[in-house]
């Protein structure tokens, strides 16, 4: 077969080195679970099917066999379908279990050889709640982007190319000082991969009994913390980073009980204060 280099290099990253024709409904039924196995989003491998698809019908109705004079496979495969929307599939770590996490981490620093790598981890944890960023964008900080007590987060950095600035929690800030007294001026979390991030969380998920929270699910805790905090929707979006704030609201509407109390009685003072004005 021969493909362009972008098409044979989308194929080989799916699958491995495999034939077309050996693209079955249940090969690609298997790359989806795998791909949520490892915490992709179902965004993400919504994309990533529309791009196989595309190759694929290439290879039914345009690209042509040398050898044989006909397309390189005879139909399309059928596609997965019903992926979990972003509602669907949003988790969050409770406050109780993020303490988990942490003690789990410093348990892990005590007693194993990657003592350091393990606080590190915690911290990146951390970060992750607080900051509600995509962990390649963590990954890409450096001190030098840490400015006025926020990190700034450049046009190209993030997934839809628009930068922002997120102010930095209290306990982030803190955090921030003790790298200040390691002399570390480079990347924050220079000592951590993608590879040991998921390695470290999977054994943390396992240890704790988390079920399939991901790594990314600790964005979506940000999110939600705030949607709870009465944020609005809008300002979430921003922090965030959506550029389509129908996004956020589709994910982040539900509101605990007590923070609809909480509002419910703001508005009825509100009212109350308005007519007694009227009046």
């Known amino acids: ?31 989806v679970d795998q791909s949520k196995a490892k915490g992709h989003g179902a965004g993400t491998i919504k994309k990533r099917l529309s791009r196989m698809r595309t190759i694929l019908l290439k290879c039914a109705n345009s690209w042509i066999n040398v050898k044989t004079t006909r397309p390189y496979i005879p139909y399309v495969p059928e596609f997965p379908e019903g992926l979990a929307s972003p509602k ?14 942490y003690e789990f981490c410093d348990n892990q620093r005590t007693t194993t050889d990657r003592g350091q790598q393990w606080w590190l981890f915690a911290q990146f944890i951390m970060w992750q709640i607080d900051t509600g960023m995509r962990k390649g964008e963590t990954l890409g900080k450096t001190a030098d982007d840490i400015i006025n007590e926020s990190v700034m987060l450049y046009d190209g950095e993030t997934k839809n190319d628009d930068g922002r600035e997120i102010s930095l929690t209290a306990r982030l800030q803190k955090m921030l000082s003790v790298f200040h007294s390691m002399g570390i001026t480079g990347k924050l979390f220079a000592g951590l991969t993608f ?11 396992k240890a704790l009994d988390l079920g399939d929270l991901t790594i990314h699910d600790l964005r979506h805790t940000r999110g939600q913390r705030l949607a709870d905090a009465g944020v609005p929707i809008e300002v979430i979006a921003d922090l965030l980073g959506h550029r389509d704030i129908s996004i956020t609201a589709r994910v982040y509407t ?26």
């Not at 669907?88 to 996490?101: G, N």
């Not at 109390?261 to 703001?266: A, F, I, M, P, Q």
Request: proline content about 0%; aromatic content about 8%.
């Open 1 to 31: 077969m021969v493909f362009d280099m972008v098409c044979a290099g989308l194929m080989l990253s799916f699958f491995g080195d495999v034939d077309v024709k050996d693209i079955t409904a249940a090969r690609l039924q298997e790359y």
């Open 254 to 279: 539900f509101r605990k009980s007590d923070t609809l109390r909480k509002w419910t009685d703001h508005a009825e003072q509100s009212g109350a204060a308005n007519l007694r004005e009227v009046s």
């Open 88 to 101: 669907a599939c949003k988790k969050e770590l409770s406050e109780a279990d993020e303490r988990r996490v």
């Open 195 to 205: 590879g040991k991030i998921q390695e470290m969380w999977n054994e943390t998920r």
